[in-house]
């Protein structure tokens, strides 16, 4: 049973920074592709970010590259998205999730599909 546990949203003006931690727990951590999906009220989940097992490759959804990074600590069994430049429209719930495959890349990630997902941290941006 794997267990992802979101922490560091809050409030941020627009143009600061907030920092997204996923602790994970109840398999070989290191061994799975894991990213963020993010969703605002009223639309649908939107793929933010993921990062290769080995933390290797990394792919970002085009309305956070160049602001959001995806990094992992494997002996922690951490991932973390530093969010900068923070814009209104970032404001919404953030989810980790993590491959239910071993050793894929992170690209599968965007589908959304055969992924195990944490309960979300809110992040609310103000102008």
């Known amino acids: 049973q794997v267990q992802l546990v979101e922490s560091g949203g809050g409030v941020a003006q627009a143009g600061g920074s907030l920092r997204l931690t996923c602790a994970a727990s109840g398999r070989a951590f290191g061994d799975y592709a894991t990213g963020w999906y993010r969703q605002a009220p009223g639309k649908e989940r939107e793929f933010i970010a993921a990062?290769?097992?080995?933390?290797?490759?990394?792919v970002y959804a085009d309305s956070v590259k160049g602001r959001f990074t995806i990094s992992r600590d494997n002996a922690k069994n951490a991932v973390h998205l530093q969010m900068n430049n923070l814009k209104p429209e970032d404001t919404a719930n953030y989810y980790c999730v993590v491959d239910s495959y071993r050793s894929r890349s992170a690209l599968v990630l965007r589908s959304g599909r055969d992924i195990y997902w944490g309960q979300g941290t809110q992040v609310t941006v103000s102008s």
């Open positions: 990062i290769s097992g080995l933390g290797g490759s990394t």
